[in-house]
Protein backbone atom coordinates (compact mmCIF):
# COMPACT_ATOMS: atom_id res chain seq x y z
CA UNK A 1 0.00 0.00 0.00
CA UNK A 2 1.58 3.13 -1.23
CA UNK A 3 0.93 6.39 1.07
CA UNK A 4 0.46 9.66 0.07
CA UNK A 5 -0.77 11.92 2.98
CA UNK A 6 0.85 14.90 3.59
CA UNK A 7 -1.66 17.41 4.15
CA UNK A 8 -0.97 21.48 3.97
CA UNK A 9 0.39 22.21 7.84
CA UNK A 10 2.82 19.28 7.43
CA UNK A 11 4.42 20.79 4.66
CA UNK A 12 4.60 23.91 6.15
CA UNK A 13 5.91 22.45 9.53
CA UNK A 14 8.86 21.00 7.42
CA UNK A 15 9.67 24.43 6.59
CA UNK A 16 9.43 25.60 9.81
CA UNK A 17 11.72 22.65 11.15
CA UNK A 18 14.17 23.37 8.47
CA UNK A 19 14.67 26.72 9.76
CA UNK A 20 14.59 25.80 13.25
CA UNK A 21 16.36 23.16 13.66
CA UNK A 22 20.13 25.06 13.59
CA UNK A 23 19.34 27.09 17.14
CA UNK A 24 18.56 23.81 19.08
CA UNK A 25 20.89 21.39 20.29
CA UNK A 26 19.29 18.16 20.09
CA UNK A 27 16.21 16.63 18.39
CA UNK A 28 13.96 13.97 20.47
CA UNK A 29 12.35 11.77 17.66
CA UNK A 30 9.39 10.01 19.31
CA UNK A 31 8.45 6.90 17.30
CA UNK A 32 6.00 3.79 17.67
CA UNK A 33 7.95 0.95 19.83
CA UNK A 34 5.50 -1.28 17.45
CA UNK A 35 7.50 -0.18 14.51
CA UNK A 36 10.50 1.60 15.66
CA UNK A 37 11.63 1.52 11.54
CA UNK A 38 8.71 2.67 9.89
CA UNK A 39 7.41 5.40 12.37
CA UNK A 40 10.59 6.89 12.32
CA UNK A 41 10.19 9.76 9.78
CA UNK A 42 13.23 9.93 7.30
CA UNK A 43 13.09 13.89 6.46
CA UNK A 44 14.28 14.37 10.37
CA UNK A 45 17.03 11.79 9.79
CA UNK A 46 17.59 14.26 6.34
CA UNK A 47 17.34 17.47 8.06
CA UNK A 48 18.90 16.98 11.69
CA UNK A 49 22.10 15.73 9.59
CA UNK A 50 24.89 15.03 12.76
CA UNK A 51 22.47 16.94 15.32
CA UNK A 52 22.54 14.94 18.76
CA UNK A 53 19.67 12.78 18.56
CA UNK A 54 17.39 10.81 21.56
CA UNK A 55 14.58 8.46 20.26
CA UNK A 56 12.15 7.51 22.45
CA UNK A 57 9.92 4.23 21.95
CA UNK A 58 6.49 5.22 22.88
CA UNK A 59 3.75 3.11 23.80
CA UNK A 60 6.25 0.48 25.03
CA UNK A 61 3.06 -1.22 26.87
CA UNK A 62 1.96 -2.05 24.01
CA UNK A 63 4.94 -3.73 22.31
CA UNK A 64 7.23 -6.95 22.45
CA UNK A 65 9.31 -6.36 25.32
CA UNK A 66 12.03 -8.14 23.88
CA UNK A 67 11.90 -6.63 20.72
CA UNK A 68 11.86 -3.22 22.01
CA UNK A 69 15.48 -4.23 23.74
CA UNK A 70 16.56 -5.04 20.40
CA UNK A 71 16.04 -1.70 18.95
CA UNK A 72 17.07 0.27 21.73
CA UNK A 73 20.23 -1.68 20.76
CA UNK A 74 19.99 -0.84 17.54
CA UNK A 75 19.75 3.13 17.98
CA UNK A 76 22.07 2.85 21.08
CA UNK A 77 24.89 1.69 18.34
CA UNK A 78 24.75 4.89 16.51
CA UNK A 79 26.76 7.43 16.69
CA UNK A 80 25.55 10.79 18.66
CA UNK A 81 22.08 8.89 19.38
CA UNK A 82 20.45 7.36 22.38
CA UNK A 83 17.36 5.87 23.18
CA UNK A 84 14.43 5.42 25.93
CA UNK A 85 11.19 3.09 25.80
CA UNK A 86 8.47 4.78 27.31
CA UNK A 87 5.02 3.81 27.92
CA UNK A 88 2.52 7.01 28.77
CA UNK A 89 1.38 5.28 32.13
CA UNK A 90 5.35 4.99 33.41
CA UNK A 91 5.19 8.56 34.40
CA UNK A 92 8.89 8.69 36.63
CA UNK A 93 10.88 7.19 32.96
CA UNK A 94 9.25 9.98 30.95
CA UNK A 95 10.55 12.45 33.41
CA UNK A 96 13.81 11.02 33.18
CA UNK A 97 13.97 11.74 30.06
CA UNK A 98 15.39 15.47 31.19
CA UNK A 99 18.35 13.66 32.56
CA UNK A 100 19.13 11.80 29.63
CA UNK A 101 19.23 14.93 27.67
CA UNK A 102 21.47 16.74 29.83
CA UNK A 103 23.91 14.45 29.90
CA UNK A 104 23.82 14.06 25.98
CA UNK A 105 24.55 17.92 25.47
CA UNK A 106 27.15 18.03 28.33
CA UNK A 107 27.72 20.97 30.67
CA UNK A 108 26.27 24.06 29.49
CA UNK A 109 27.09 26.24 32.90
CA UNK A 110 23.50 26.98 33.46
CA UNK A 111 22.75 28.17 30.39
CA UNK A 112 19.12 26.75 28.69
CA UNK A 113 18.78 24.12 26.34
CA UNK A 114 16.86 24.02 23.17
CA UNK A 115 15.73 20.84 22.12
CA UNK A 116 13.52 20.12 19.15
CA UNK A 117 10.27 17.19 20.11
CA UNK A 118 9.14 15.35 16.85
CA UNK A 119 7.52 12.24 15.41
CA UNK A 120 5.12 11.23 12.71
CA UNK A 121 1.40 11.98 13.96
CA UNK A 122 -0.43 10.14 16.85
CA UNK A 123 2.56 8.41 18.33
CA UNK A 124 2.34 9.92 21.84
CA UNK A 125 4.34 12.93 21.70
CA UNK A 126 1.85 14.96 23.22
CA UNK A 127 1.46 13.07 25.98
CA UNK A 128 5.12 13.07 27.08
CA UNK A 129 5.17 16.90 26.35
CA UNK A 130 2.63 17.27 28.82
CA UNK A 131 4.61 14.88 31.48
CA UNK A 132 7.69 16.68 31.19
CA UNK A 133 5.84 19.95 31.58
CA UNK A 134 4.04 19.25 34.70
CA UNK A 135 0.76 20.37 33.22
CA UNK A 136 -1.71 20.39 30.01
CA UNK A 137 0.50 22.13 27.02
CA UNK A 138 -0.12 19.88 24.23
CA UNK A 139 -3.03 18.77 22.63
CA UNK A 140 -3.51 14.60 22.80
CA UNK A 141 -6.30 12.60 20.93
CA UNK A 142 -6.10 9.22 18.98
CA UNK A 143 -6.37 10.56 15.50
CA UNK A 144 -3.89 12.11 13.38
CA UNK A 145 -2.75 15.89 13.12
CA UNK A 146 -4.18 16.70 16.68
CA UNK A 147 -0.66 19.29 17.00
CA UNK A 148 -0.68 21.50 13.65
CA UNK A 149 1.83 24.46 14.52
CA UNK A 150 5.19 24.78 16.73
CA UNK A 151 5.07 25.79 20.05
CA UNK A 152 7.63 26.30 22.37
CA UNK A 153 7.17 24.75 25.57
CA UNK A 154 9.26 25.77 28.81
CA UNK A 155 10.63 22.65 31.08
CA UNK A 156 12.06 22.72 34.47
CA UNK A 157 16.08 22.03 34.85
CA UNK A 158 16.97 24.51 32.08
CA UNK A 159 15.39 23.07 29.41
CA UNK A 160 12.87 24.42 26.24
CA UNK A 161 10.70 21.52 23.87
CA UNK A 162 9.76 23.15 20.46
CA UNK A 163 7.00 20.96 19.93
CA UNK A 164 6.52 20.36 15.91
CA UNK A 165 3.29 19.09 14.35
CA UNK A 166 3.10 15.13 13.83
CA UNK A 167 4.58 14.84 10.10
CA UNK A 168 4.72 12.57 7.69
CA UNK A 169 7.01 12.62 4.68
CA UNK A 170 5.35 12.83 1.37
CA UNK A 171 5.63 9.60 -0.27
CA UNK A 172 6.16 6.30 2.15
CA UNK A 173 7.84 4.05 -0.49
CA UNK A 174 8.30 0.77 1.38
CA UNK A 175 4.44 -0.68 1.19
CA UNK A 176 4.97 -2.85 4.34
CA UNK A 177 5.56 0.30 6.43
CA UNK A 178 2.89 2.24 4.35
CA UNK A 179 0.60 -1.03 6.05
CA UNK A 180 2.42 -0.84 9.25
CA UNK A 181 1.66 2.59 9.81
CA UNK A 182 -2.40 2.20 8.80
CA UNK A 183 -2.60 -0.74 11.01
CA UNK A 184 -1.98 1.28 14.19
CA UNK A 185 -3.23 4.63 12.94
CA UNK A 186 -0.74 6.72 12.30
CA UNK A 187 -2.28 7.99 9.23
CA UNK A 188 -6.23 9.28 8.58
CA UNK A 189 -8.06 6.17 7.72
CA UNK A 190 -9.47 8.03 5.07
CA UNK A 191 -6.20 7.85 3.52
CA UNK A 192 -5.99 3.71 3.71
CA UNK A 193 -7.98 0.56 2.83
CA UNK A 194 -9.10 -1.29 5.96
CA UNK A 195 -9.05 -4.40 4.10
CA UNK A 196 -5.78 -4.03 2.52
CA UNK A 197 -4.30 -3.26 5.77
CA UNK A 198 -6.49 -6.48 7.37
CA UNK A 199 -4.90 -8.75 4.72
CA UNK A 200 -1.31 -7.43 5.87
CA UNK A 201 -1.98 -8.18 9.18
CA UNK A 202 -3.46 -11.25 8.64
CA UNK A 203 -0.19 -12.41 6.74
CA UNK A 204 2.01 -10.87 9.97
CA UNK A 205 0.07 -12.42 12.36
CA UNK A 206 -0.30 -15.97 10.96
CA UNK A 207 3.54 -16.25 10.91
CA UNK A 208 4.47 -14.66 14.22
CA UNK A 209 1.22 -14.75 16.93
CA UNK A 210 -0.87 -17.25 15.33
CA UNK A 211 -1.38 -18.76 18.39
CA UNK A 212 -2.30 -15.54 20.60
CA UNK A 213 -4.88 -14.75 17.49
CA UNK A 214 -6.32 -18.34 17.99
CA UNK A 215 -6.70 -17.55 21.87
CA UNK A 216 -8.35 -14.18 21.21
CA UNK A 217 -10.86 -14.94 18.64
CA UNK A 218 -10.90 -18.69 20.23
CA UNK A 219 -10.38 -20.14 16.71
CA UNK A 220 -9.81 -23.73 17.14
CA UNK A 221 -7.29 -23.88 13.95
CA UNK A 222 -5.29 -21.33 12.53
CA UNK A 223 -6.20 -20.49 8.72
CA UNK A 224 -2.79 -20.65 6.83
CA UNK A 225 -4.03 -18.01 3.82
CA UNK A 226 -5.15 -14.85 4.64
CA UNK A 227 -8.83 -14.53 3.41
CA UNK A 228 -9.76 -17.82 5.32
CA UNK A 229 -8.38 -16.20 8.31
CA UNK A 230 -9.85 -12.65 8.26
CA UNK A 231 -13.28 -15.03 7.48
CA UNK A 232 -12.61 -17.08 11.02
CA UNK A 233 -12.48 -14.05 12.64
CA UNK A 234 -15.65 -12.69 11.08
CA UNK A 235 -17.85 -15.08 12.00
CA UNK A 236 -16.85 -15.31 15.75
CA UNK A 237 -17.23 -11.83 15.71
CA UNK A 238 -20.64 -11.93 14.02
CA UNK A 239 -19.85 -10.12 10.86
CA UNK A 240 -22.32 -11.65 8.60
CA UNK A 241 -24.21 -10.30 5.66
CA UNK A 242 -26.68 -11.77 3.05
CA UNK A 243 -26.42 -15.58 2.58
CA UNK A 244 -24.21 -15.84 5.78
CA UNK A 245 -21.07 -14.30 3.84
CA UNK A 246 -18.53 -12.50 6.32
CA UNK A 247 -18.12 -8.82 5.70
CA UNK A 248 -14.38 -8.39 4.80
CA UNK A 249 -14.21 -4.46 5.89
CA UNK A 250 -15.80 -5.05 8.93
CA UNK A 251 -14.18 -7.79 9.86
CA UNK A 252 -10.60 -6.31 8.65
CA UNK A 253 -11.86 -3.15 11.41
CA UNK A 254 -11.96 -5.56 13.95
CA UNK A 255 -8.69 -6.79 13.56
CA UNK A 256 -6.67 -3.43 13.18
CA UNK A 257 -9.12 -2.22 16.19
CA UNK A 258 -7.63 -5.14 18.49
CA UNK A 259 -3.89 -3.79 17.58
CA UNK A 260 -4.44 -0.50 18.10
CA UNK A 261 -6.05 -0.87 21.05
CA UNK A 262 -3.96 -3.49 22.53
CA UNK A 263 -6.47 -6.41 22.73
CA UNK A 264 -3.81 -8.82 20.86
CA UNK A 265 -1.40 -8.02 23.77
CA UNK A 266 1.87 -7.04 23.43
CA UNK A 267 3.37 -7.31 19.89
CA UNK A 268 6.06 -5.79 17.90
CA UNK A 269 5.88 -5.78 13.85
CA UNK A 270 9.03 -5.01 12.44
CA UNK A 271 12.76 -5.97 13.41
CA UNK A 272 15.94 -4.32 12.97
CA UNK A 273 16.64 -7.17 10.73
CA UNK A 274 13.35 -6.39 8.80
CA UNK A 275 14.38 -3.01 8.57
CA UNK A 276 17.57 -3.65 7.32
CA UNK A 277 15.92 -6.33 4.47
CA UNK A 278 13.59 -3.84 3.60
CA UNK A 279 15.89 -0.99 2.94
CA UNK A 280 17.61 -2.77 0.46
CA UNK A 281 14.27 -3.68 -1.46
CA UNK A 282 13.29 -0.22 -1.35
CA UNK A 283 16.22 1.06 -2.59
CA UNK A 284 15.95 -0.97 -5.32
CA UNK A 285 12.14 -0.38 -6.11
CA UNK A 286 12.68 3.27 -6.06
CA UNK A 287 15.67 3.26 -8.68
CA UNK A 288 13.90 0.85 -10.88
CA UNK A 289 10.99 3.11 -11.07
CA UNK A 290 12.93 6.66 -11.45
CA UNK A 291 14.33 4.29 -14.26
CA UNK A 292 11.24 3.63 -15.87
CA UNK A 293 9.84 7.21 -15.64
CA UNK A 294 12.94 8.67 -17.23
CA UNK A 295 12.31 6.32 -20.09
CA UNK A 296 9.23 7.17 -20.00
CA UNK A 297 10.10 10.73 -20.11
CA UNK A 298 12.16 10.34 -22.90
CA UNK A 299 10.20 8.04 -24.73
CA UNK A 300 7.61 11.65 -25.01
CA UNK A 301 10.08 13.29 -25.64
CA UNK A 302 11.04 11.71 -28.24
CA UNK A 303 7.54 11.45 -29.86
CA UNK A 304 7.07 15.39 -28.99
CA UNK A 305 10.26 16.25 -31.14
CA UNK A 306 8.78 13.97 -33.84
CA UNK A 307 5.55 15.75 -34.16
CA UNK A 308 6.89 19.06 -34.06
CA UNK A 309 9.10 18.02 -36.74
CA UNK A 310 6.62 16.36 -38.77
CA UNK A 311 4.56 19.86 -38.72
CA UNK A 312 7.11 21.68 -39.95
CA UNK A 313 8.05 19.56 -42.72
CA UNK A 314 4.22 19.92 -43.67
CA UNK A 315 4.18 23.87 -43.40
CA UNK A 316 7.65 23.41 -45.58
CA UNK A 317 5.70 21.28 -48.41
CA UNK A 318 2.84 23.90 -48.32
CA UNK A 319 4.95 26.61 -49.09
Given at each position: ???????????????????????????????????????????????????????????????????????????????ATKAVAVTTKDIPTIRRIKQVVHRMVGDRSGR??????????????????????????????????????????????????????????????????????????????????????????????????????????????????????????????????????????????????????????????????????????????VAEAEEKAKKRDEKRKKQFRAKQKAKRKSREM??
Amino acid sequence: MSIQWFPGHMHKARLEMQATLPKVDLVIEVIDARIPYSSENPMIAELRGEKLCLKILAKADLADEAMTQDWLDHFESATATKAVAVTTKDIPTIRRIKQVVHRMVGDRSGRMINAMIVGIPNVGKSTIINVLAGRTIAKTGNTPAVTQRQQRVNISDNLTLLDTPGMMWPNVHNANSGYRLGLIGSIKDTAMDYTDVGFFAARYFIEHYSERIAERFQLDEIPEQELEFIEAIGRRRGCLGKSNMVDIDRASRILINEVRTGGLGKLTLETPQTMRREVVLTKAAVAEAEEKAKKRDEKRKKQFRAKQKAKRKSREMEW
